[in-house]
């Protein structure tokens, strides 16, 4: 830390992503990418013309790409919002929903870490509520909260463990917090769990998040859209032209409207990736393994047998990439993104002939 660093930010912890090696080739499971590229139409749409056009500035209302989001939506431009990766639109929302007035921020003790991470950023007090024993988030726990005003963020399905809260569910929370915005990010919602978008209609504090990382194959794409309010969304819209009106650049522009008219083969991968998760599942179990039940590309696992660490590092030193978390409660699981078949099976073999050196 240099002397000029802003010493109310001493402390900040910052966000560790994943490993993204860029050496070494690894079978990568450990930042829940999607296994298949992205839709053919969306190459096709990276056109020279699009490349010459680069010169120009895009679109800062990125109003083709919203017509796209709300027609496939079923809602209005207004409602929609977008930009860099959902992780921008977690950042404007803490600096617009939370703080200023000791409004506070309200997250699960086990899920996304970046919710503390702009937490901290943004000096907003965050209240932690624990997940129950077998990491069910307990809606009650969410119903009974002070009348202060602030945020509440929830992961649908959470990460790491992939479990989904029902929209019945979802709606208790946004009735018994009308003082509150209720962000429901939905990075993983595509592969099974039960979207809350419809709901926007109903509920001016409900702001969902969504991302084409997961789903759409396009994490390097770096594209997110939220839907909510008009309102809401105008709050956003504020403070995104506040900080960079050009954040969505014009071949991620062109790239996600392409990717949303490939309806077919978006809906196909996500199906192929819950059948690769059912077949890995069943495995796991069969090897002895807890596998917290998943609605999300990836599985949260754990042994009695090998340490989740050990497993984490034997693996890795086998060339496989999976996400292990040193952190209270859940040390010993390790979470698992579903790649191809084949990769499945390879990373399988590699499991078995671990957990038969463990116990010899
Ligand atoms: N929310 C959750 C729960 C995530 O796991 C991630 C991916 N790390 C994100 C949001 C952010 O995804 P992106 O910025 O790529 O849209």
């Known amino acids: 830390m240099s002397i000029f660093f802003n010493p109310d930010l001493a402390s900040l912890e910052a966000y560790t992503p994943g490993e993204q090696p860029q050496g070494m080739k690894y079978i990568k499971l450990n930042t829940n990418e999607s296994p298949y590229p992205p839709s053919p139409e969306v190459a096709a749409a990276l056109s020279n013309e699009e490349v010459q056009n680069l010169r120009l500035y895009p679109d800062p209302d990125c109003r083709q790409l919203k017509e796209a989001l709300a027609s496939m939506k079923a809602t209005d431009i207004r409602n929609i919002f977008i930009s860099n990766g959902s992780d921008d639109i977690l950042n404007f929302a803490f600096l617009a929903f939370a703080g200023g007035g000791g409004r506070k921020v309200f997250f699960p003790d086990i899920t996304y870490g970046f919710y503390q991470v702009f937490a901290d950023l943004h000096g907003i007090s965050a209240e932690i ?13 969410y119903c009974s909260l002070p009348f202060s005003g602030g945020l ?9 463990t992939g479990i989904p809260l029902t929209t019945e569910d979802i709606e208790k929370i946004l009735l018994a917090n009308p003082d509150k915005v209720v962000l429901i990010d939905e990075a993983y919602v595509d592969f099974g769990a039960e979207s809350a978008l419809p709901l926007i209609r109903n509920y001016d504090n409900l702001l969902v998040v969504q991302t084409f990382s997961k789903s759409r194959s396009m994490a390097g794409a770096r594209l997110g859209f939220a839907a909510a309010s008009s309102p809401l969304i105008d709050d956003l819209e504020r403070i995104r032209f506040s900080t960079n009106p050009y954040n969505i650049n014009r071949l991620t522009m062109a790239a996600g409207i392409a990717a949303i008219k490939s309806g077919e083969y978006f809906m196909d991968n996500c199906a192929e990736i819950q059948k690769t998760r059912s077949m890995c599942v069943s495995a796991l179990e069969s090897m002895g393994f807890e596998v917290v039940p998943s609605k999300a590309n990836f599985i949260f696992v754990c042994s009695k047998l090998i340490d989740g660490e050990f497993l984490y ?21 390790n979470r698992i993104t579903i790649g191809t078949p084949e990769e499945m099976d390879i990373l399988l073999n590699e499991i078995r002939k671990i957990s038969e050196e463990v116990s010899l």
């Open 152 to 160: 509440i963020c929830i992961a649908n399905p959470n990460a790491p």
């Open 313 to 333: 590092n034997e693996l890795k030193r086998r060339g496989i990439l999976i996400r292990h978390f040193n952190k209270e409660r859940i040390r010993n699981y």
């Open 129 to 141: 509520i624990p997940l129950q024993e077998d990491f069910s988030i307990n809606i009650e726990d």
